[in-house]
């Protein structure tokens, strides 16, 4: 298993600032995760975060938006740039290893507040 | 692509009744399965998943779900549920021999326990 913790766990942010979000995980993973959730949706995958190279992002998310670090093999951070009201939704960071049967762990969240 | 179904929005129950949720997906290959749960306050974490083999597959808390392939199912049943079984409930599926990891969830299921 993992330990992952995320920070903030909430905040409430001005339009047009950037916020950065936290993920810390207690062992060496492979793979990192950033996951975004609507009000009243489902989890959508933003961005699968790469040690040491520029993120993978799924369809509908850009690296000006959502840039995302990850330095080492046990943390990653994801920026929300230049927030509306529209970003307002809990951000999951999770992790798992790499290979075909594989589970994932997700950190406890972000709830993200953009007036 | 890949998707997931849930049919149920918002499950109310009392306690010792019996549960089953639907979960269906779309893809054409071999696929790992998961459910999620997500008890009030707390993060997501796993209540049982599916890789291969035997079809019906027993999780925590006396949580089992039965593969279907015919159907693309992957439904979650409890035989008598508890006050403490409430929560949002999560399917999710990956690609079987994948190794990304990446998880695509259906919108979830609220169940409420009434003492």
């Known amino acids: 298993s993992a330990v992952i913790s995320q920070k903030p766990s909430r905040d409430i942010c001005q339009r047009g600032t950037s916020l950065t979000i936290q993920c810390q995980v207690d062992s060496q993973v492979t793979m990192m995760f950033w996951y975004r959730q609507q009000p009243g949706q489902s989890l959508t995958l933003i961005a699968t975060a790469n040690q040491g190279s520029e993120a993978t992002y799924e369809s509908g998310f850009v690296i000006d938006k959502f840039p995302i670090s990850r330095p080492n093999l046990t943390f990653s951070t994801l920026t929300v740039s230049n927030m509306s009201p529209e970003d307002s939704s809990i951000y999951l960071c999770s992790v798992s290893r790499r290979g075909s049967r594989t589970e994932a762990f997700f950190g406890q969240g972000t709830r993200l507040t953009v007036v | 692509a890949q998707s997931v179904s849930q049919h149920n929005h918002h499950v109310i129950l009392s306690e010792a009744a019996s549960l089953e949720l639907g979960c269906n997906y779309s893809y054409g290959g071999t696929v790992n399965l998961f459910w999620y749960v997500q008890y009030p306050g707390q993060h997501l974490q796993l209540l049982l998943k599916?890789?291969?083999?035997?079809?019906l597959v027993k999780g925590i808390k006396g949580f089992e779900a039965e593969f279907i392939k015919s159907k693309f199912s992957f439904n979650l049943r409890k035989p008598s549920v508890q006050w403490s079984d409430t929560a949002e409930y999560f399917c999710a599926v990956t690609d079987y021999g994948g190794s990304q990891g990446n998880l695509i969830f259906g919108k979830g299921t609220k169940l409420s326990v009434k003492p």
């Open positions: 599916y890789f291969s083999g035997d079809p």
